[in-house]
């Protein structure tokens, strides 16, 4: 049974004219509910239309299970389903505003060797409302609503590849950014993708205008092979194809980012190979990251983030090196959902 967070305004629309409703309780639910509320505490709509809705719908999809805060003021946040499953979101604070770190699976297939939301496999997609309760109960919880938003960016970017729950991830940047939900908008959210080349060029065709962000990890694709099973399916050459193709369709710059392993691709003539090799007619910026250490994975963090951005720079490319934040509360991907795991098993 759907949830009917899964619903856009138009269904929520349709929904209340098949229970013979009028059209403003429509406004009254969606309102409610994207102000992270459960069907329970909307208090404008009566119980017989509450009734009604649980009758053909689950309610609202999840719940802040745990939240822990780091000294450097960022957030993590666990999140519970109502089958039980959990996933994790983080919450930064800039100068702009808040930015919100959003899952899209429960878990990843695509296996890469330094994230720990790949340990366990994929477990399974998030449905549109259970992508979208992430965002809504922070904006709750940040003190906010549907008609005072404290979230300023999004970033597709948690536990899971977006790209492999396509249709769910696609239909959630649709909501999240209408004028009836919180209305973010599109410019300020990101999707961050290891690579499927056939789904990049999909995404394309959408006119989303969103920020394609690369999990790129590698100046080549012999180095790429080892760290990132995908690469064994989209060559290194196909994806820098894809990227282009994304950037001449829609204008918008894209993001590679680059985790920098120690002794794996964090050299000078790395920083020499991935220049040349992402070199092209394109907009692009590379986030280099110094790695979030994962202990079942035992790679190591570079100490050459900023000999590597130099020479990039050097060489003509735009590239800075990410602020490392809630390294104190296990801020890598997957790291705390799989402690807590560990910890109920």
Known sequence: ???????????????????NEPSFRATQLFQGLHSGKTIDEITNISKNVKEKVLNSYLDFPSSIYKK???????????????DGNIVEGVLMKYKYGYT???STQVGCRMNCSFCASGLNGLIRNLSTGEILSQVLLVNRDLGGSVKDRKITNIVLMGSGEPLDNYTAVVNFLKIISSEQSLNISLRNISLSTCGLVEKIDKLAKENLGITLTISLHSPNQQIREKIMPVAKA????DLIKAVKRYFDKTGRRVVYEYALISGVNDSLKNAEELAKNVKGNYSFHINLIPLNEVKERGLKSSKNAYQFMEKLNKLGISATVRRTMGEDIEGACGQLRNKILKDEN
């Open 234 to 237: 989209y060559k290194f050459e």
């Open 100 to 102: 919100l770190c959003v």
């Open 1 to 19: 049974m759907q949830t009917i967070l899964d619903l856009n305004f138009e269904q929520m629309k349709d929904l209340m004219a098949n229970f």
């Open 68 to 82: 822990l805060e780091s000294k450097d003021g960022t957030r993590k946040y666990i999140y519970k389903f109502l």
